[in-house]
């Protein structure tokens, strides 16, 4: 029903907001990301000042706690006091938080109402109105995003804005296991997705180089096996606790949580913390790989732990599964992450388990579906776990081969989309990046917009998926501003994928939609690649 603005229609308005007499606010040209569902402009201009007040017309903490995030990002560049009331019928100007009953708006929509008195976000949930503060964070001026008092006036052009995203996943990976990241990092990572309207934060917390989540059963994980990192360094790990502070960080953001264990491949760090878990996987030295489907039996009975791994290569461990002890192990680990998950889903990886044997895997797919649903979660995993059993609620990750995407649908599975070559944040943007791999492609940030996920896959629609996820894998990054280079531009871009509606999608408008945020990056700091693509203001 609603759709986004022709250019035609934006030109008209244009020249109309040149027309003194009639004058059309600028609201329909403020370059928004993710687009919005609909936008139009209104008349005249409203001015945050220091007497604003944030009204909510709902006192439940939830409402409340929007209000305050609200309040809390306006406060240090504005120095305004930005009052926060609890009202039906407020009197003086400002911003009204409204709880309406709308179907079209469904649980993360919003209207947004501007007018010369009031911003007016008018939303089913809570969770609506925390979107639409992340709209007007980028209808103010761009320097509300510093966090020093600016002496200058807030204003946000009048008019309506009514949006609701496309897909019900929007996502993002942070590979933790590679290189680890601090709690602080982490939450770093989720303010910038949170920005955009993401919704799910996808954490690999484990792989070959590193256990970064404390497990109370099996305490060597943690201890023995977060020694370490890609590259030699320290490593690290959550404590359960620390965890609990990530979700709750996430949790007041709307964003959920999705944690993967990597089993039954990617798992050396878990066969050097307790030896009877190998089945005889040897840790490749350097410059040899020993991909042999035999390795796992080549200790036959004589299990003993294996080397702390930091090197790169993939594919090469296993967990023994024709041990039934291993599989104590596995319910052990799903059912402590579990129980302090509030999120749906359980990430079981599953990827490039070549050293696995085919029975075993499959056999091992069927198994540990079963533990994650008895451990009231919905099981996730990349798509080479469409060979197994997967049951219609299980969801399946396309990274890299149409036929296992083929084979989750027919399955009765829904897919995440992640294609390597469109999707992955760690695939350099070009062959002078300063950092990421290029195994799949080369991603600038055109390419990195320019796709459907909906027809991306022959034979596969958009019933079929829940959304998208673009995936940092952190090989070759190991702070915050690498992490940002390599999000950054293409994190709106997959964002804006995942929310906005696809009609009139295309590169040669967003680019400059794009190149219009760069003032805005940089209040935030944020360590961006300036990609000779993008048109940038400055
Ligand atoms: C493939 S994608 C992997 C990861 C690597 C990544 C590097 C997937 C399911 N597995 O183990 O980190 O490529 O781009």
């Known amino acids: 029903m609603y759709q986004r603005i022709p250019t035609i229609l934006l030109f008209t308005l244009f020249l109309f907001s040149c027309d003194k007499k009639n004058k059309y606010s600028e609201l329909s040209v403020v370059p928004i990301i993710p687009q919005p569902a609909y936008v139009e402009s209104g008349r005249g201009v409203f001015e945050l000042t220091k007497n604003s007040i944030i009204y909510v017309d709902t006192a439940t903490p939830e409402w409340l706690s929007v209000a305050e995030a609200l309040a809390e990002k306006i406060r240090p560049s504005t120095g305004f006091a930005m009052n926060i009331s609890v009202a039906q019928q407020p009197t003086l100007s400002g911003i009204r938080l409204t709880l309406v009953n709308e179907p079209e708006l469904a649980t993360e929509g919003y209207h947004l109402d501007i007018t010369e008195k009031f911003v007016t976000v008018s939303a089913n949930t809570a969770q609506g109105a925390f979107r639409a503060i992340q709209t007007i964070r980028q209808l103010l001026p761009t320097s509300i995003e510093l966090t020093s008092r600016q002496d200058m006036s807030w204003k946000v052009p009048a008019g309506v ?30 303010d910038l997705i949170s920005l955009y309207k993401m919704n799910y934060l996808h954490l690999h917390l484990s792989d070959d180089q590193g256990w970064r989540i404390e497990i109370k059963s099996w305490p060597n994980l943690t201890l023995h096996g977060g020694k370490t990192e890609v590259g030699g360094g320290e490593g690290g790990y959550y404590s359960q606790e620390q965890y609990k502070e990530i979700i709750k960080y996430a949790q007041e953001r709307y964003i959920t949580i999705v944690p993967e264990i990597d089993m039954p491949g990617h798992i050396n760090s878990a066969l050097a913390s307790y030896g009877e878990l190998n089945g005889g996987t040897i840790v490749p030295k350097e410059g040899r790989l020993p991909i042999d489907a035999n390795a796992n039996k080549i200790l036959d009975g004589k299990s003993k732990p294996t080397e702390l791994y930091t090197g790169v290569e993939v594919g090469w461990s296993t967990l023994r599964l024709e041990k039934e002890a291993t599989f104590r192990f596995v319910e052990d680990v799903i059912r402590e992450i579990s129980a302090i998950t509030p999120g749906p889903y359980f990430h079981i990886g599953g990827d490039e388990a070549q050293v696995t ?13 079963q533990i994650v649903k008895a451990n009231g979660k919905t099981m996730m995993g990349w798509e080479e776990i469409a060979q197994g059993e997967i049951g219609n609620n299980t969801i399946v990750q396309h990274w890299n081969l149409p036929k296992y995407a083929m084979m989750a649908v027919e399955k009765g599975s829904k897919l995440l989309m992640s294609p390597a070559k469109k999707a992955y944040l760690d695939m350099s943007y070009d062959s002078t990046s300063s950092f990421g791999l290029h195994w799949a492609a080369f991603i600038e940030v055109d390419s990195a917009y320019s796709w459907n996920p909906a027809t991306y896959v022959d034979g596969i629609s958009k019933e079929n998926i829940i959304g998208i996820e673009a995936p940092l894998w952190s090989e070759t990054i190991s702070n915050m501003d690498e992490v940002e280079y390599l999000l950054f531009p293409r994190l709106p871009g997959y964002a804006e994928i995942g929310w906005s509606q696809e009609t009139g999608r295309n590169w040669e408008e967003y680019k400059v939609r794009l190149g219009k945020h760069a003032p805005r990056f940089k209040a ?13 203001t400055n």
């Open 524 to 536: 935030m700091n944020i360590d961006f690649y300036r990609s000779k693509l993008v048109p940038w």
């Open 357 to 369: 044997k085919k029975e075993d895997y499959v056999q091992f797919i069927n198994r540990f579906q």
């Open 161 to 190: 804005i009514r949006d609701f995203p496309s897909y019900a996943y929007r996502g993002a990976m942070l590979d933790v296991a590679r290189h680890f990241f601090s709690v602080n990092e982490v939450k770093r990572f989720i």
